[in-house]
């Protein structure tokens, strides 16, 4: 009994898959994870970046004005144009001669106060909290009716800074000893 041998064009077929296959192979296990690894690491870095200088800003934001604020867009503004933070950002301690810039250039060289509106993962708006209180007064007359009712809204003295897209946050509403400390720090 002969067997009729298998038509050559039958193997090249076979060995074109398996070269196809194989080229798939290494793109999904090799090459995409090392690209979703630097892309998670870019976000990481980057958002945490943003916070930090936004931190920074809240404390330039209390030295001027005795509190913080929840506002993120006034909080930009006073970045962009207050003209105290301008000199803090071009001026230089008188001792040790170095730059008392406060904020951090970003992964792309500068900084830009317009990316800190944005997470760079998602591009949603970080948070921004400030634990603030009302004060309630109720003034009563002899009689017992009540005659006035005062309120007075009280800024706290902490604030809070979230990320959207993951757990890193910046200081804590609830409570003191975070104040101005980063998650990852």
């Known amino acids: 009994m002969l067997k009729k041998s298998e038509p050559w064009y039958l193997h090249a077929i076979l060995v074109v898959i398996i070269l196809i296959l194989t080229y798939v192979l290494i793109q999904v296990a090799i090459v995409e994870p090392r690209e979703v690894i630097k892309t998670r690491k870019y976000h990481k870095i980057e958002s ?10 809240q404390i330039l934001w209390e030295k001027k004005f005795g509190s913080f604020t ?6 930009v503004n006073f970045i962009k144009f207050d003209t105290t933070v301008a000199q803090v950002m071009v001026g230089t301690d008188t001792i ?3 730059p008392t810039n406060p904020f951090h250039t970003l992964s792309h060289g500068k900084f830009d106060p317009d990316s800190l509106f944005l997470s760079p993962r998602s591009y949603q708006r970080f948070m921004v909290m400030v634990d603030t209180s009302i004060e309630v007064d109720t003034f009563i007359n002899r009689r017992g ?3 006035k009712i005062d309120s007075n809204i009280i800024i706290g003295t902490r604030y809070e800074i979230k990320s959207p897209d993951s757990d890193d946050k910046i200081g804590d509403v609830f409570i003191d000893a975070l104040r101005n400390t980063a998650s990852w720090e």
């Open 48 to 57: 945490r970046l943003r916070m930090t200088n936004l931190r920074e800003a």
């Open 70 to 75: 929840d506002n993120l867009d006034s909080l």
């Open 96 to 98: 040790t001669g170095k």
């Open 145 to 147: 009716k009540i005659t």
